[in-house]
């Protein structure tokens, strides 16, 4: 069963955030430019919220104009879940699934360590059961296979 630090080990560890005090500007040319969806919001070294394209969105609609200078802590989701590298890409799919999100930050020993997109766990998931089908497609038909 994969865990979380399998995904990370895979795409890498590199996680971008902006500080509170960013503009929403700033956070979209950064989202922009390193094809993102979504960036942490730190204060100094610690995660504040998260801002996605959601987030944007969302907000955007609500309001006769938005203002890109605005800072991007007025836009943020406040309320951040947080995943450990140990646990079951089942058990993190279950999580953003109930809460219906698509970021999560993997911290470790109250370290972040990484930050994984629902795409991610999608992915790993598809991966493990392609791999369970050609294992037990190799079963079957009694061809060798190394497990």
Do not use: C
Not at 27 to 53: C, P, R
């Amino acid at each position: 069963m994969a865990t979380v630090n399998n995904l990370l080990l895979q795409k890498g560890k590199d996680v971008w955030s902006v500080q509170v005090h960013s503009t929403v500007r700033e956070t979209l040319m950064l989202m922009a430019e390193k094809n993102i969806g979504a960036v942490l919001v730190m204060d100094d070294q610690k995660i504040v919220g998260i801002f996605s394209e959601r987030d944007y969105a969302r907000h955007a609609s609500r309001r006769d104009s938005m203002l890109l200078d605005e800072h991007v802590h007025e836009f943020m989701t406040n309320a951040v879940y947080y995943v450990s590298p140990y646990e079951t890409v089942e058990e993190v799919m279950a999580l953003m699934t109930s809460k219906k999100i698509r970021h999560l930050p993997v911290m470790e020993n109250e370290r972040l360590v990484g930050l994984i997109s629902i795409g991610d766990v999608v992915k790993q998931i598809m991966d493990d059961k392609e791999t369970t089908i050609l294992g037990l497609e190799n079963y079957i038909l009694g061809r060798d296979y190394s497990g």
